[in-house]
């Protein structure tokens, strides 16, 4: 398992680029179940999200859809700020 210091993204023509930056960790676990107890032991409890977050799904969806379809100038003609 790898920590870095940063990352980000772009959508290109061959789909989702991920950069990283800087390695800043490295662990190592013998077994999926070692990971797994520790990220479940350093996890805070999930926070409730904003109610906004949840008010339309639709849109939600149709926005993504315009990302992964190339970003607002390809954007399907259903998907409109409503």
């Known amino acids: 398992m790898v920590g870095y210091d ?10 989702l680029d991920i950069f990283y930056g800087q390695a800043v960790e ?4 013998a077994s999926g179940t070692d990971l797994l107890a520790e990220i479940v032991r350093e996890q805070e409890p999930a926070k409730a999200c904003p109610a906004y977050l949840l008010d339309n799904d639709a849109k ?12 607002p100038s390809r954007a399907p003609a259903t998907c409109r700020n409503d």
Not at 6 to 15: K, L, T
Not at 26 to 29: A, F, I, K, V
């Open 60 to 71: 939600a969806e149709r926005a993504a859809g315009a990302v992964l379809e190339g970003g």
């Open 6 to 15: 940063d990352y980000s993204w772009d959508i290109s023509d061959q789909g």
């Open 26 to 29: 490295l662990l190592s676990y």
